[in-house]
């Protein structure tokens, strides 16, 4: 069972990227997934979480308004949509899935409420 993360790189302040996440070897259908960031020297922090139908999804407020997280149930993949992007978004960003299944309203992720976990992405944004 796999998460990879991928779709990170160098951008200047304003620009967006778009993050995947890729899970093999399971479906991830039912769970909720979770994107996370860790900057360099801090913990990592939630950034945004979808609902195992796609249909509720949940903002830290560093990413309310810049960040849109959503899930190809399909494709099994999980996206992170980031727009105006600052230097303090400059992390290695993670896809985790949550422990329970069928989480029906999208609320704040717990590291220790996460099953599986992806390797990480580099985003780097310059000023």
Same mark, same amino acid.
Not at 72 to 78: G, L, Q
């Given at each position: 069972v796999q998460l990879q993360a991928s779709g990170g790189g160098l951008v200047q302040a304003g620009g967006s990227l778009r993050l995947s996440c890729a899970?093999? %070897?399971r479906t991830f259908s039912s769970y909720g997934m979770g994107w996370f960031r860790q900057a360099? %020297? @801090?913990?990592?922090?939630?950034?945004?979480?979808?609902?195992?139908?796609g249909g509720s999804t949940y903002y830290? &407020?560093?990413a309310k308004g810049r960040f849109?997280?959503?899930? &190809?149930?399909? @494709?099994?993949?999980?996206y992170l949509?980031?727009?105006s992007l600052k230097p303090e978004d400059t992390a290695v960003y993670y896809c985790a899935a949550e422990k329970v299944p069928f989480t029906v309203v999208a609320g704040p992720l717990m590291e220790d409420g996460m099953d599986y976990w992806g390797k990480g992405t580099l985003v780097t944004v310059s000023s």
């Open positions: 899970a093999s %070897g360099p %020297g @801090k913990e990592r922090e939630f950034v945004a979480s979808i609902s195992w139908s830290a &407020d560093s849109t997280i959503s899930r &190809d149930s399909a @494709k099994n993949t999980v949509q980031m727009n």
